[in-house]
């Protein structure tokens, strides 16, 4: 197997008001291509400062990170922008699908920014959106469909730039339990398909889902591990682990 992200010893330090805040505090974490991964905990574990540097949205104050082979650390704001665009589908709890802009439309968005012609934005589009079952609305607004359509248009335009990574932050944070499995359900097809994903989550419930888990506490890994052995360790109950 190919690493697909290899972060060595991540620090994010913020200073607030002469007291440091290591919102990440020597993370080292290697995830190869194909894998499912749930990254999992409380709020104010450290997840989304995480998710920014592994999703290029941000750079680490300390430590090394390859995407694929590049080295994302010491980029700059024009080069992130151009690897993300390269290599990431974000999925975002609440959708982030433009209110004018048709199904169709939010789904060519970025491949727009990517530089794609006209013709086969439109093409890829489509099959973007075939693929979540939503292809015979692609005219309708998006205020016109469920939540649990929304994040499926949502997804369709991650798929759309066939990216390396789908990055999940709360993927079902805004929708029913019952919506909720039907979206994980379908992230868990996409894996099989052989699509790398990783879900951000403060909910057990749905780390889960994944294949494995990799747990942040206190802004460091305190699990790290197949699906199977995370949920015999909740079954065992230790509050480190489940706290949410
Ligand atoms: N820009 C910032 N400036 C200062 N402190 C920050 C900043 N961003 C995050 N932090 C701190 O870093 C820690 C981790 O924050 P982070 O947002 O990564 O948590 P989280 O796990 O995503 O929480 P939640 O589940 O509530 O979204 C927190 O203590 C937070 O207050
Ligand atoms: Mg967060």
Known sequence: MEPLIELKHIYKIYQMGGEEVRANDDISLTIFRGEFVAIVGKSGSGKSTLMNIIGALDVPTDGDYMLGGEDVSEMTDDQLAAIRNRMIGFVFQQYNLLPKLNLLENVELPLLYA????????????????????????????????????????????????????????PTGALDSRTSRDVLEFLKELNEEGNTIIIITHDNSIALKARRVVRIHDGKINFDGDVNEYAAILKAGSEKYTEQ
């Open 115 to 170: 530089g794609v012609p006209a013709g086969e934005r439109k093409e890829r589009a489509l099959a973007s959106l075939e693929r979540v079952g939503l292809a015979d609305k692609w005219r309708n607004l998006p205020n016109q469909l469920s939540g649990g359509q929304q994040q499926r248009v949502s997804i369709a335009r991650a798929l759309a730039g066939n990216p390396s990574l789908i990055l999940a932050d709360e």
